[in-house]
């Protein structure tokens, strides 16, 4: 059986959430494409990073890439609507797939909607009879050692990923990945691993990378007051998003502080600490520190130790050097 062919070409403004991996590692439903792929056989990735010597630095902080190949070449570089467009349809495509022997819903005690037999829980996950489930409109999966607590409103199609808790959250066709802290309102968007939004504040048609922490308060607009199509900035590149409803993209291991406001379209590059303005919109460079100062390396490299203790995990040798040479 032949290889199947994984896109690691996309659009400048995805750079934010795969400065550290391969676009292929991004989960766009339950699965990740490369998680796809792998219960297909061997794979081969096709990329157009700046080298080869780059893809092997991200083999080696992903370890379990090791045995993959990758090559260059051209491919149709993924723009960021195209994983927002397809949520619903992702998460319904690896349905049967999750957890294997797990055909319906616990029922007993739980708000249920609509949709019974469209919900999945893992055994171990937990959701309060004050919760409410809703998958009328598409699936609701709730992965190993979730827990959503009372008066959290969760509506299908929506992932919410191993451990991950979710706290008086409106939650929406939205993908959450492993060990989040989110609450508020949270529609049409994914979160990666280890992410927190677990206060008030609207995120909405956005993309947010890993080890994001926003504020509380922390708000994004996802449409313009003259309803026209949103634009996106990366550096001094403008793209068109495609669509009036886009919110933003915020990359790895950025932050910002309580009550900032996200205009439409904004690109928070990795590593960016916002502070000081409430407003904010465009694009921010890669370590930002505040309005106009620059994040000191080593400070941002022991401060991320720190944070990553916490969920007991560390920061590895090759991360460090991705860190480190991100510019």
Not at 138 to 162: F, S, T
Request: with cysteine; net charge neutral.
């Amino acid at each position: 059986m032949p290889d199947t062919i994984l896109n690691d070409n996309f659009e400048d403004t995805l750079w934010p959430l795969v400065r550290l991996k391969p676009l292929f590692l991004l989960r766009d439903g339950i699965f990740s494409p490369y998680e796809r792929a792998k219960r297909a056989g061997g794979l081969t990735a096709v990329t157009t990073r700046r080298s080869l010597a780059e893809a092997a630095l991200l083999k080696a902080h992903h370890d379990f890439l090791s045995s993959d190949v990758w090559t260059h070449g051209e491919a149709s570089p993924l723009q960021p609507l195209q994983l927002l467009q397809n949520i619903g349809a992702n998460i319904e495509a690896d349905l049967p797939h999750f957890a294997p022997g797990i055909t319906m819903a616990r029922v007993d005690g739980l708000q249920v909607e609509a949709g019974h037999a469209a919900i999945r829980m893992h055994p171990t996950a937990v959701v309060s009879k004050y919760a409410v489930l809703d998958a009328s409109a598409g699936p609701i999966v709730i992965d190993a050692d979730a827990q959503i607590g009372a008066l959290c409103l969760v509506r299908g199609p929506a992932y919410i990923g191993k451990q991950t808790r979710l706290d008086m959250c409106n939650f929406s066709n939205t993908i959450a990945g492993t060990n989040c802290r989110l609450g508020g309102e949270i529609a049409d968007s994914i979160v990666g691993d280890f992410s927190n939004k677990h206060h008030e504040g609207f995120l909405g048609h956005s993309l947010v990378g890993d080890w994001v922490n926003l504020g509380a308060l922390t708000t994004t607009s996802d449409l313009k007051n003259n309803y026209g199509e949103v634009r996106l900035v990366f550096g001094v590149q403008k793209f068109t998003s495609g669509t009036i409803k886009f919110g933003a993209i915020i990359g790895d291991y950025a932050k910002t502080a309580i009550g900032t406001m996200l205009g439409t379209g904004a690109i928070v590059d990795v590593g960016a600490n916002l502070f000081g303005l409430v407003h904010r919109s465009g694009y921010f460079r890669p370590f930002l520190w505040g309005e106009t100062k620059i994040y000191d390396r080593a400070k941002f490299i022991a401060d991320t130790e720190r944070m990553m203790q916490r969920r007991s995990q560390i920061l590895s040798v090759p991360l460090r050097q991705l860190l480190v040479g991100i510019r």
